[in-house]
């Protein structure tokens, strides 16, 4: 704030809020974060229980004692009621994006020629590097991983369905947790996986399909995202040699990946070696990976339309893969890293083998 001489800051993006005060409310009602420019914070939400601010108003969004229709106004009231103890404000920084047009309103007829700023940018590039407690969070996303991994790899056999085996997956996790939690991915089985994806079908699973199962748990909003690919029955000579090439490409890419180095240059690497292999048949299509945090796809995205630039405490996936009917399906793999001054750092440890 004191880099952008800004005066106020003020989000009511339920992520922004539980990055900044450790606080998950609900994204069907309105939540509000404000910081002043003394440091003091304020938190406007439903949920009970103190964040770390420095005060909290509760936003009473369920009674017996009344109706309550419209929350959002409610919210509003009570900022307009906050920002009179405010010394005047000159620039209020705000996530435009993410924050309804109504509150904006309540600060600038508060502060009558107010500049109204763009935060958007800045909150991208301070959230791009993960702290410790970040990375913690995406290693417990990444336990279910594992555990989802286990029961597809115990379970998948001809006959079945991809919604059976999706079931067990889900049904792994859940009881691994204690309760359910995100779960959400690419189920698709055999030649479906070739373009497809998505979520599971009735689609009868066949002996030598190949099985891709890109999957992203999020527990209280830090996805893990990875990739495994699993043979139905014995393996082919020619699913093996594809397995390596792909294993090949994430190894190049572990090599590559080091801070100062460019996004872009990664994926044209990767590319450049998967095509170069008839066996991929140039099939390759898709980013080699890309930033993980408060939502599935953040920066460094590697993709060739990118400026982006690997830092020291990025959270990021590389996942090369290569797609044809010879090999009857997909073979992608996936892990997720934390970038250290040395190189990237493996957060999963799940086998990679068909």
């Known amino acids: 704030m004191e880099k952008e001489q800004w005066d106020l800051f003020m989000t009511s993006d339920y992520r922004t809020v539980y990055y900044f005060t450790g606080l998950l409310g609900s994204k069907d009602f309105p939540t509000l974060f404000?910081?002043?420019?003394?440091?003091?914070?304020?938190?406007?939400?439903?949920?009970?229980?103190?964040?770390?601010?420095?005060?909290?108003?509760?936003?009473?969004?369920y009674s017996v004692e009344r109706s309550i229709d419209t929350p959002a106004h409610d919210a509003a009231r009570i900022l307009k009621g906050l920002l009179k103890s405010l010394q005047p404000v000159q620039r209020c920084a705000v996530e435009r994006g993410t924050t309804a047009g109504l509150y904006e309103q309540i600060v600038i007829d508060g502060f009558p020629g107010m500049q109204l700023l763009d935060a958007f940018r800045v909150l991208l590039a301070l959230r791009k590097r993960k702290e410790e407690d970040e990375i913690a969070s995406v290693k417990e996303s990444l336990k279910y991983c594992a555990v989802a991994y286990q029961a597809a790899r115990d379970i998948i056999a001809p006959g079945l369905t991809e919604i059976d085996v999706y079931n067990a997956m889900q049904g792994a996790i859940t009881r691994a947790a204690g309760t359910s939690i995100a779960f959400a991915g690419d189920f698709a089985c055999g030649e479906r996986g070739i373009k497809e994806g998505g979520a599971p079908t009735s689609r009868k699973i066949q002996n030598g399909d190949l099985y891709i199962l890109d999957i992203f748990p999020a527990v209280d909003l830090y996805f893990a995202d990875t990739c495994r690919t699993f043979a139905v029955g014995e393996p082919t000579d020619l699913q093996q040699e594809g397995w390596q090439l792909v294993m090949d490409a994430v190894r190049l890419a572990e090599s590559l990946v080091k801070p100062g180095v460019s996004a872009r240059s990664v994926y044209s690497s990767v590319k450049e070696f998967l095509d170069s292999h008839p066996l991929s048949e140039k099939s390759f299509w898709h980013h080699a990976g890309h930033g993980l945090g408060h939502r599935g796809h953040e920066a460094p995205r590697i993709i060739p339309g990118t400026d982006d630039v690997f830092e020291e405490g990025d959270v990021f996936t590389l996942e090369p893969g290569i797609y044809t009917q010879t090999l009857q399906g997909g073979i992608r793999l996936e892990d997720n890293y934390v970038l250290r001054a040395g190189g990237p750092e493996d957060l999963f440890n799940f086998p990679w083998s068909l």
Request: hydrophobic share 30%; proline share 0%.
């Open 34 to 61: 404000l910081q002043g420019s003394d440091g003091r914070t304020c938190l406007v939400a439903n949920t009970k229980g103190t964040g770390f601010c420095d005060e909290q108003v509760l936003l009473e969004t």
